[in-house]
């Protein structure tokens, strides 16, 4: 019995092509793989991902963590990694006088000086706008009173370092892009040669914390080191893993 050509085409149509590849079980396996792998990657997070968080979760939780540290009872408010590369930066580079932007509490300013009493030299230079008679007396320790930028505090910073001093500076007050901006142009001319200036809080704006910040020390280092190649941010200084101040150990290389 011979088939019509037309019956012959409806069972090929009925058949589907002749050879077509059955994708069912290698979609079912990509789809698996993409599953499994993001179950492995939500269970086993980066290296980087988990100091983010971590980051994060520290930044975050001031009241029980950074903001409720003490150095010898009085407020430092620093992380204590931070406040460890401090240590290592001050003994290492033998700074005469640590200029400080930023007093708070001065725990910060009695811990500098107490690393000081122990290498029997040096001396803290501190500036603020407000004052409290709570903050540590020690001979080590000068305070002024008034903006970090004004020309008066300029010139009296000035001329409390003698010639030939090596000089540090820790920046530390208002962290509003103009202002960082500003005192990075007035001290990074006070520092010596392989000394150090610190800009403190760089993670805010969104590296990795305070994205509703909007533009502050970072934006202004940024800006600061692309135009002034005396300066490099020394990434050794971030070897704990988290630090406040991301690209901010800014070390003076000439």
Known sequence: MHTSHSDSNQDEARQGPKNRPDLTLPIIALFAGFTAGGLFFMNHPTVAGTLRNFHAWFYNSALTTWGDSFWLGVS?????????????????????????????????AYYFANLFDLMGRGRVITIDIGDSPERPKHNRITYLLGSSTA?????????????????????????????????????????????????????????????????????????????????????????FGVTFFPDGWLRRVQ
Not at 81 to 93: G, N, S, V
Not at 151 to 162: E, Q, T
């Open 76 to 108: 430092v408010q620093k992380t204590p990694l931070d406040l460890w590369i401090y240590q290592e930066i001050i003994y290492e580079t033998h700074p005469d006088v640590l200029i400080e932007a930023g007093t708070a509490e001065g725990g910060s």
């Open 151 to 239: 020309p008066a505090i300029v010139d009296k910073v000035k001329s409390l370092i003698a010639p030939g001093e090596r000089v540090m500076v820790s920046l530390d007050s208002d962290h509003r892009k103009p202002h960082v901006a500003q005192e990075l142009k007035i001290y990074s001319e006070l520092v010596t040669r392989g000394c150090y200036l610190v800009v403190e809080d760089t993670n805010v704006n969104g590296h990795p914390v305070r994205p509703d910040f909007g533009p502050g020390p970072m934006e202004a280092l940024r800006e600061f080191i692309s135009s002034d190649h005396r300066y490099v941010p020394d990434h050794a200084r971030e070897k």
